[in-house]
């Protein structure tokens, strides 16, 4: 496995450094930085602090925030954006966009760990225009077109 080094801030004492859970880990665990337990209701979103800034060493990766299956499947708590984009050159402080899809509150608890920290390979594309397109067997067969169900 391929190792970069990735700077991070504490820009408040309490926060926690990103941690893998296993030695085999994609991704860094988050923790929320609260005062007090956050409570969400369902279908409410909150913007949870994690009191952390990081430097990626390039422009040639991205820092992806995804949420904890274990969160999402057994309460609903999920990332109100899908997946959080963090750039290159973003320095600010990582904050988690959550969503209660559950059916009931779920409170988060101050340290406890939200969204996890995914650093990927990344490169630019040069958009080029065309009146046609390559050819293909899918063609412009879009959603469910492969038979797969």
């Keep these: ?31 929320a930085l609260l005062d007090a337990p956050l409570t969400v209701a369902p279908m409410q979103r909150v913007l949870v602090p994690t009191g952390l ?4 060493p390039g422009a040639d990766c ?14 609903g ?6 997946v959080g984009v963090i750039d290159s050159d973003y320095r600010g402080e ?5 969503i209660n899809l559950g ?6 608890a101050p340290g406890e760990r939200v969204a996890q920290l995914c650093i990927a390979p990344v490169w ?11 050819d ?7 959603f469910g077109s492969t038979g797969r169900q």
């Design 1 to 31: 496995m391929q190792r970069k080094t990735v700077i991070f801030k504490r820009l408040d004492d309490r926060a926690q450094a990103p941690a893998y859970a296993t030695p085999g880990a994609a991704a860094a665990d988050l923790c």
């Design 53 to 56: 800034a990081i430097e990626l």
């Design 62 to 75: 991205v820092a992806l925030v995804y949420a904890r299956s274990g969160l999402s499947i057994k309460h």
């Design 77 to 82: 708590l999920c990332m109100a954006n899908g």
């Design 94 to 98: 990582l904050k988690v966009p959550m």
């Design 103 to 108: 059916t009931e509150a779920y409170t988060i």
């Design 124 to 134: 630019q594309a040069d958009f080029v225009a065309a009146a046609e397109l390559s």
């Design 136 to 142: 293909t067997t899918r063609g412009e067969g879009g």
